[in-house]
């Protein structure tokens, strides 16, 4: 079992930087993969990065590539998105998912824990 709670999501002008965290709880963390995922309004959730269990592998939407940066920490039990550059289409409810796998999915359903979201707001 493992409970994820996202953090850090807010309001921020474009152009601007965030940093999501993800803080998981359980033993499992470092034998997962993670993944961050986005839902804007009246759209379906998409990837957006995803990271190996030990880090070694990072992957990336088109749409973020370049800007985002996803890491962690296992001595931590955390993961972050580190998110320059933003634009208002990064404007969604992000979500931070765990699965028991070395290699971090690209579909949603693949992923077996999810955090409650976080907001991230950027406005024009």
């Known amino acids: 079992q493992v409970r994820l709670v996202e953090s850090g999501g807010g309001l921020v002008q474009a152009g601007g930087s965030l940093r999501l965290s993800c803080a998981a709880s359980?033993?499992?963390?470092?034998?997962?993969?993670m993944g961050w995922f986005r839902q804007a309004p009246r759209k379906e959730r998409e990837f957006v990065a995803g990271?190996?269990?030990?880090?070694?592998?990072?992957y990336y939407s088109d749409s973020v590539k370049g800007r985002f940066t996803i890491s962690r920490d296992n001595a931590k039990n955390t993961v972050f998105l580190q998110m320059n550059s933003l634009k208002p289409e990064d404007t969604a409810v992000y979500y931070c998912?765990?699965?028991?796998?070395?290699?971090?999915?690209?579909?949603?359903?693949?992923?077996?824990?999810w955090g409650q979201g976080t907001q991230v707001t950027v406005s024009s």
């Open positions: 998912a765990a699965v028991s796998a070395v290699l971090p999915p690209r579909t949603s359903r693949e992923y077996d824990y």
């Open positions: 990271i190996s269990r030990f880090g070694g592998t990072t």
């Open positions: 359980g033993r499992t963390f470092s034998s997962s993969a």
